[in-house]
């Protein structure tokens, strides 16, 4: 196949010059620009599928496949996955797993809320990696998250009654409206909102995993998912499975790693045989062979001082890769989301269990050490934190059609 790259400047990588046929250096966030030069490129040689594996890309991609009319995930079905708001609307209309949820929800009620439906979690209705996820567990919360939420400039958000059982995610592969449930990943929080761990295959029951894959498949069918990986999360609750969310794309968090050490799957590659010939899973899936695991690592905030522990770590039998993303003086935020875990592990072993243990030893054998910033008092102090600030380095925003409307 030839391949034509569209990116944005800033996150360029020369690595993958040899890999393409053209290279269009673009915000392709700017729906009017990724539009323009889409609809020339296509004029040229005529584009058969667009394929991204980022959230970020998510909608723009939905969107010029069907402005360029071909094959591929619709901007309908990438426009309800990844607001999450159109999501849980669609799911609750069709009695898919039923969850109470508000949108933009004033302080009065959002208190009303937690008073009717107790505990909740408040989230941007756009966006991922845990990214300005918050938890009230009673009333007496509302006003301290309220606050935070101003102050974040968390902009447009939903509240959802919080939902309480093993986290899951389903990585699954579509083919003409054809879903494969391909894995069930359980996951790690350690009761907050940012995943620490991940383990395929899920140790859960055949019950359990067949009521999991029922309502994977009833979302998939609800959105209209024809062709292409998806990642779904799900919490197992007490009234049974519930989607928290949905992605038309691979899990990010090496979970596509760990797919393919355990069946055989690489959900990133089979994306792009499906501009070949042939069923894009054939040869390809195969039953559970062992577990694999995933464990990230984390370090108190502040600036860093050591990194130790790193050749053991690696030199454990069922080790498969040690990766530290910090060096002597880094800074290491809060724990906000994602991408402010500072590494992580992963390991290979019989089963999910053994795998889930060997992660945590792997992990403890690594300390990255810190001492407290001193933040300077006054008006040089550092601002606090906005949804905008964090993002900005990533250049990225979650709704790009607002982008699009304000940018001149």
Request: net charge negative.
């Amino acid at each position: 196949m030839d391949v034509v790259y569209m990116q944005k400047p800033s996150q360029f990588d020369p690595a993958l010059v040899p890999h393409c046929e053209q290279l269009v250096l673009v915000d392709y966030q700017h729906v009017p620009s990724a539009d323009a030069m889409a609809a020339a490129l296509h004029r040229i040689a005529p584009i058969t599928r667009i394929v991204t594996q980022t959230e970020a890309a998510q909608l723009v991609a939905g969107h010029l496949t069907d402005a360029l009319g071909i094959a591929g995930t619709s901007e309908r079905c990438a426009r309800l996955l990844h607001d999450k708001s159109a999501m849980r609307a669609l799911l609750n209309e069709r009695g898919i797993g039923t969850v109470p949820y508000a949108v933009n929800p004033t302080q009065a009620g959002l208190r009303e809320f937690v008073i009717s439906h107790g505990a909740a979690i408040v989230k941007p209705t756009k966006g991922s990696g845990s990214l300005g996820v918050r938890r009230i567990e009673s009333v007496e919360d509302v006003d301290d998250v309220w606050a935070w939420s101003q102050q974040f400039e968390l902009g447009e958000f939903q509240v959802e009654k919080l939902l309480t059982g093993p986290e899951l995610s389903v990585e699954s592969f579509s083919e003409s409206g054809r879903h494969t449930i391909i894995a069930v990943t359980a996951k790690d929080t350690e009761g907050g909102t940012v995943e620490l761990g991940h383990v395929i295959p899920a140790p859960l029951s055949e019950e359990q995993l067949d009521q999991i894959r029922e309502l994977t498949v009833r979302l998939l069918d609800a959105v209209g998912l024809e062709d292409g990986p998806a990642h779904t999360e799900v919490i197992l609750t007490a009234e049974g499975p519930r989607v928290v969310e949905s992605h038309t794309r691979r899990g990010g968090d090496r979970i596509n790693d760990l797919v393919k050490m355990v069946y055989g799957v690489d959900m990133e590659e089979a994306a792009y045989r499906l501009v070949g010939h042939g069923a894009p899973l054939d040869g390809h899936l195969h039953p559970a062979r062992g577990a694999a695991a995933i464990r990230f690592l984390t370090a108190a905030p502040g600036a860093v001082t050591a990194v130790t522990g790193l050749d053991a770590a690696r030199a454990v039998d069922g080790v498969v890769e040690v990766s530290v993303g910090v060096d002597v003086g880094s800074v290491v935020p809060e724990l906000r989301w994602s991408d402010d875990r500072c590494g992580h592990v992963i390991v290979r072993a019989d089963d999910a269990e053994a795998a889930v243990r060997l992660a945590r030893e792997v992990a403890a054998c690594v300390e990255i050490i810190t001492e407290p910033v001193t933040d300077c008092p006054g008006p040089d102090a550092a601002a606090p934190d906005t949804l905008s600030s964090i993002l900005r380095p990533y250049d990225e925003v979650f709704d790009p059609y607002q982008v699009s409307m304000t940018t001149p």
